[in-house]
């Protein structure tokens, strides 16, 4: 069976705060003495992803929608 994937669309400015927040619980794991294997992962996942220019289209809640 095909494994999922996840896309988020992410600006500068949250994929900034998605690598800090992984670099920080790299850095507890390593003072609490557990393995970041995973998190090493991630962080080279986000931090090397491609990047791609499109168009964001928001709709309101469905709950708005029946008003």
Do not use: S, W
Not at 36 to 56: C, E, M, S
């Amino acid at each position: 069976m095909k494994e999922k994937q996840y896309y988020v669309a992410l600006d500068d400015y949250e994929h900034g705060i998605v690598i800090d927040a992984l670099n920080r619980k790299r850095t507890n794991l390593k003072n609490e003495g557990r393995t970041t294997d995973a998190v090493d992962d991630l962080i080279v996942k986000i931090g090397y992803a491609p990047q791609k220019n499109f168009r964001v289209v928001e709709r309101k809640a469905r709950r708005d929608e029946a008003r």
